[in-house]
């Protein structure tokens, strides 16, 4: 990614996903809700679908992830198992949109299944790294049926989420592209005062 506009865009994009996770996640694992993570995946997807429409590039997904685990780590109690999951969303969106959300093959059946194959594969590497290889104690006391559940079950309905929320975004990141061209300067200076502006409230809610 040769233009610097698309990192401003990145930053931002990350720390709406990181304020989502220091926040609304907060919230939702207190409550301890069944499948929380999911209300997360969701906005997650979202917001990774939108950056894809201003930036698709390869990469940019993961830079989007990687800007949310820090605005995680930083903000808010760091839990491996949350900063992987956000980690492992963003390497298996990058992976997915890059084979198929190329300019030339893009089209709404080819975003909806990024984010099926995104969510699966987001689940399942996570699942799989923080039992077997981390060995986060919960999940290797867990076992195959906590890995089982987590990727069949709450990846599943992760990828319905996502079916409809990637077609969704995308729409809304290239039109938001488009718009915001035409007002180049006044645009970027707004992203990065939105993005500073995150990381400020994130040391209030986290």
Do not use: Q
Not at 48 to 77: C, D, E, H, Q, W
Request: charged letters at 10%; one cysteine or more; aromatic letters at 14%.
């Amino acid at each position: 990614m040769k233009d610097k506009k698309n990192w401003v865009w990145l930053l931002l994009f990350g720390s709406l996903w990181g304020i989502s996770e220091v926040a609304a996640g907060g919230v939702l694992y207190a409550s301890e809700i069944p499948h929380s993570s999911i209300f997360l995946t969701a906005w997650a997807v979202l917001i990774l679908a939108v950056a894809r429409g201003v930036a698709n590039k390869p990469g940019s997904s993961m830079v989007v992830g990687i800007v949310a685990t820090l605005f995680k780590l930083i903000n808010a109690s760091p839990f491996i198992c949350h900063l992987l999951g956000i980690f492992a969303l963003g390497v298996a969106f990058d992976i997915a949109a890059s084979l198929l959300m190329t300019e030339e093959r893009k089209s709404a059946i080819r975003n909806a299944l990024t984010g099926i194959v995104s969510a699966y594969c987001g689940y399942a590497l996570f699942a799989f790294l923080i039992t077997y290889v981390i060995r986060y104690d919960i999940w290797a006391a867990g076992g195959w049926p906590k890995v089982a559940n987590h990727i069949f079950v709450g990846g599943s309905i992760a990828a319905l989420i996502g079916a409809v929320m990637v077609p969704v975004g995308y729409l809304i990141g290239t039109s938001s592209h488009v718009w915001a061209e035409r007002r180049p300067r006044w645009i970027y200076a707004a992203t990065f005062a939105g993005a500073v502006v995150l990381w400020v409230l994130g040391r209030f809610v986290g």
